[in-house]
Every structure is written in structure tokens, then in C-alpha cells.
């Protein structure tokens, strides 16, 4: 068995929380090899699939939570990243559906365009005021997930479909997935969620767990959740539709690895995101964040920092997020230069004294 060092630097994590969606998932993989890390006794597969576009086997991690919910999520995820330092982390499996006008069919898959934790909030003496939680995934992902919609190559799964109408071929939803602690099998919670949420597609007890995590890494990887539909999270929930689901899940997945546009081969000798070089002193935080004012706006612009992170910036401190997302991929070094293409020579002139 290949040591941690011989082993190639990981692309994906997958992390699923159920066997079936383990199992699922494996059988896209090649010359699948089952590990234990020596530091942290962390269970996973290695494997890896082919990726035309950058023309090299993208290395692949399954890892499967101890239970579900979102706790164990995060805290699979968290290790993951530890251990990993993967450019994406993918959870992958089975979700409830919500029925909509577009969506009406079991095994179809959906793909989270925010993740809505429903379990925060305050017992008032009036009852419960919800204090929801929303979460993004990545945007080149989710771009990549929405160019495969109509891709047909996933399409053929191999596992019949239970109600045997096999002329019909999965879909992809793009929409919210609520995220609690709960199996819902009650019409009138999810109907409750949707006077809210009216874009609602599935309800889950993963994603929140996996995208807090993700996000809360120093180097955040992209991060995305793909889910089939099993039930319809109503009293009349079983497990019929289970397995189909998770062959669905996973075939989207193995697609999305097969075509996404992944950064070159990180090299062997890489460090952990932890032991990232932060080249800037607190002090030059504070006296930047002082002086730079409206040019937040350029400067993030000149990192491409997209619109939708920028929304989640707290009003009055666009300065000091824009230092922590840079600060967690490693960019901090780039400043000056940054600063000096927007014409704050002054700014890039503190920051090298």
C-alpha cells in the first residue's frame, strides 16, 4: 500500500453520509485503493477519473461521515481539508424532494444554488423566530453544473428506474436545499419552509454542516452539493427509490469531474492550508483598511472576487474581507501590485515599508 507521501496530491473530496451513496459514488472511480491516514486514522477510497479538458486522471478522495446530520458533515469535512487540502469538496447523495411546477419525478437530481439552515433561530414567548443561515456554493461549479443540465452522457444509469418507466431520463433542478438536523416525512413543515423559501427543491441534513466547514477553511475550496431525489419528504417516504438515487448522484458527479476546467496538478511538496504564508503584518491590515475607502470596489475587481462573496461583505469592513479572502488562498502577497493597478501607489508603498 503507497504511502501518504507517494500518494498523488487530491483534486476532489467526496464526502458522502450514507453506505449506498459510498457505494454509488466508488464504482465511478478508478483503480479505487482503500486507505487509513496514519495521523489521523481517517477511513477513505482513492481513486481517480479521467478529465479530457486538462488532459490528466483528476485524484479523487471518498470519505463518508460517521452518521448523519450536519456535525458529523462538518467535522468530515473540516478533517478532509486537513488532511487533503482538496480544490473541491463535493458532498454527494440522496436528498427529499419538494414538488413543484418543474419538479415532479423521483431520481431526479438537484443542484444547490443556496443552502438554507433552517434550525437556527430564537424561542421567543410568541415561538420560534427563525434566524436562517445561507450559504453559496462555488460559482464556477455550480456554472459547471448548469453547462451538463442537458449533457446526455450522465444520463444513462444503469440501475432500472423502480417505477419502470425507463424511457425517462433524469433531470437537473437548480434551487434551494434546506438544511437541518430532522428526517422530514410532514407536507406541512416543507409547505412551511416553501412560505419562505419559495424556490425550495429538496430538504437534506447534510449541506449546512459541509458548506460552514468549507467556507470556514483559511484556502476555501469550491465546494458543491448534487443530490437526488428518493422521496417526496412526506408521510408516505420509503426506500424505494434509494438506490436508483444514488446511481443518479453519482453519475452527475463523475461528470462533472470528467469536464470541470480543474488547475493544474498541485505539486507533491505542497503545504497544507495552514502553513500558508501570511506576508503581511496586522498592522498593515489596519493602516490599509484606514485609507482605502470606496476603492475596495477596484480592488476587487482586479481579483475577480465575484459578485455574489462581495454580497456576504459587512457593511464597513468590505476592506478587512477583502484582506481575509485573499488571506485565505494564499494571495496576500499580491497586494501591492493590486493596489498599484488601481492607482493607490501610496497604499502599495505602506504596505512594502
Known amino acids: 500500500m503507497p504511502t501518504n507521501s507517494q500518494r498523488q496530491p487530491v483534486d476532489v473530496v467526496v464526502i458522502t453520509a450514507l453506505a449506498d451513496e459510498s457505494s454509488a459514488v466508488l464504482k465511478t472511480l478508478n483503480g479505487v485503493e482503500r486507505t487509513v491516514e496514519s495521523t489521523t486514522a481517517l477511513s477513505a477510497y482513492h481513486g481517480s477519473i479521467a478529465n479530457d479538458v486538462v488532459n490528466r486522471q483528476i485524484q479523487v478522495v471518498l470519505t463518508q461521515s460517521t452518521q448523519m446530520g450536519n456535525v458529523a458533515a462538518a467535522q468530515a469535512v473540516s478533517r478532509a481539508i486537513d488532511v487533503w487540502n482538496p480544490q473541491a469538496v463535493l458532498l454527494v447523495g440522496i436528498a427529499g424532494g419538494v414538488k413543484t411546477k418543474d419538479i415532479s419525478s423521483l431520481g431526479d ?39 451538463l443540465a442537458e449533457d446526455p452522457h450522465w444520463k444513462e444509469v444503469a440501475i432500472p428506474r423502480p417505477d419502470g418507466s425507463n424511457h ?105 492550508h495552514k502553513a500558508g504564508r501570511n506576508p503581511l503584518p496586522g498592522k498593515k491590515k489596519i493602516e490599509l483598511c484606514r485609507n482605502l475607502g470606496a476603492n475596495w470596489r477596484d480592488l476587487a475587481d482586479y481579483f475577480d472576487i465575484p459578485l455574489w462573496e462581495r454580497d456576504r461583505f459587512r457593511p464597513g469592513w468590505e476592506c478587512q474581507e477583502i484582506w481575509e479572502w485573499l488571506q485565505r488562498r494564499n494571495k496576500l502577497d499580491g497586494l501591492p501590485e493590486g493596489l498599484r493597478f488601481i492607482l493607490r501607489d501610496d497604499l502599495a508603498a505602506l504596505l512594502e515599508s
Open 168 to 272: 425517462h431520463r433524469p433531470k437537473v433542478h437548480f434551487g434551494i436545499v434546506a438544511s437541518g438536523e430532522k428526517v422530514i416525512t410532514a407536507t406541512d413543515f416543507v409547505q412551511e419552509l416553501q412560505s419562505t423559501w419559495s424556490k425550495l427543491a429538496a430538504v437534506e441534513m447534510e449541506g449546512y454542516g459541509a458548506a460552514l466547514a468549507t467556507y470556514a477553511v483559511e484556502t476555501a475550496p469550491g465546494f458543491l452539493l448534487i443530490k437526488a431525489l428518493s422521496d417526496w419528504s412526506n408521510s408516505d417516504k420509503n426506500d424505494n427509490w434509494r438506490h436508483y438515487a444514488c446511481a443518479v448522484s453519482a453519475a452527475f458527479f463523475k461528470r462533472i469531474v470528467q469536464t470541470f476546467s480543474f488547475g493544474p496538478s498541485p505539486d507533491d511538496s505542497r503545504q497544507p
Open 109 to 147: 437530481v438537484v443542484i444547490a444554488d443556496q443552502i438554507v439552515a433552517y434550525e437556527p433561530g430564537k424561542i421567543r414567548d410568541t415561538g420560534l423566530e427563525n434566524r436562517w443561515e445561507v450559504y453559496r456554493p462555488s460559482f464556477p461549479l455550480l456554472n459547471a453544473a448548469r453547462m
